[in-house]
């Protein structure tokens, strides 16, 4: 290819080229030592991690408290993964945000908190760098942070670690990165009008009778709040939750509903997303597998639900709020919510239950019905809160 060659205008791509590879002054928020963040933020921190597993990890959440979303947060993956292991891990957070939270919202962080082991919540300082603080690792005599311009980019979310308006950028740290540390008793304390209800093997067993077992569960610790909400009263049941993708979810989420909604002919609405963001490296074979056919995943869905009520319907909005709630309202206009940490995600085979995605819905229905499948929690323990709402 010599003679194709233009050594000229190789030159003037470069001239021009070069200049832009340099870090805009406003993005500078390390000075001179600023450097660009090229890899995806969690696999750059992973990789360091790696290499001094003794470093403390230091992660910000910004952002309002109810829009934090842990399973989808990078973050959360990073810190569930390396806490267990001996890794120290802070979790900086300002004190408006959690006094805003609710209840359900206090209760997510501080479980996050406790399965990382050697974690710690901490206090937000303003001046740690000028732009937005994302993410840092702790030496004995250095600290390396990551912050962006862009403050979106340090909301708990999908979007974590990333900007389409301004880079993330790494430096050395001298002040101070957090502040003191957070009791996480003074999340956990429930009102009157609330109870936190801690599921561990309460519902284990087989696949039919899973909502009734956690009923059961959920009655013997949440004293008098779920009184006055019998099954006669019932108007409407909604249950949201952004994650029904797979055959098995989708029978759980169907016992749940039918445990609460027995003898009532209350009206049954599912909330949940359109798509799943899971790739399948092999075609989907067993029943904890992810659809991916939508029309069958809605079917089969809208199916199991008309055994429940006469009036139920599905309803997917890829806008579905992160939090997984079952919320019951009665005729006389009083509602209770119960938000389940990982909606039925705990629950999973105790074996390998091979399922048919390729037979109709109504058979792939009839077959989920009919199977012998037991289930366990894979969490140890989950939690839900059960709180009244306003008349209204």
Known sequence: MIERCNRLTAFEVLDDLIPRL??????????????????????????????????????WLHGEAQHWEFDEWPGRMLAETWGPRGTTVRFVVRTSALGSADLPARQSLARLVQRCHTAELVESIDGVVDGTPIAALLDDDRSLAWASRDGSA?????????????????????????GKSIDLATLLSPTPEAAIVEIASGADGTASGFGLRLRRAIETQSGDLLRGVTDGSLKEIIYTDRYVFSP??????????????????????????????SLHATPPWQVQHDWTAQ????????KLLARVSGRAQVNIDDTTPHRRTLTLKSEDGGA???????????????????????RSPEEQAQALLKASMRITNAALSTFVVIRRLPVG
Not at 155 to 170: I, K, L, M, N, Q
Not at 349 to 356: K, L, S, T
């Open 22 to 59: 340099e870090i805009a002054a406003e993005d500078r928020l390390f000075g001179a030592g600023t450097e660009l963040e090229t890899l995806p933020l969690a696999e750059a921190l992973m990789r360091r991690i790696a290499q001094s597993p003794a470093r403390t990890v230091v992660l």
């Open 154 to 178: 340090g909301e708990a979310g999908a979007g974590w670690g990333r900007s389409p308006t301004a880079p993330v950028v790494r430096g050395s740290v001298e002040t101070a990165l957090f």
């Open 336 to 358: 209770l919510e119960l938000t389940l940490d990982q909606g039925v995600g705990p629950w999973q085979p105790a074996d390998r239950y091979r399922f048919d995605f390729g």
């Open 295 to 302: 029309s069958d995943r809605v079917a089969v869905l809208h």
């Open 248 to 277: 098995l979810s989708a029978l759980l989420v169907a016992e749940l509903v039918d445990a609460f909604g027995r003898r009532s002919d209350a009206k049954v609405i599912v909330r949940t997303r359109g798509t799943s963001k």
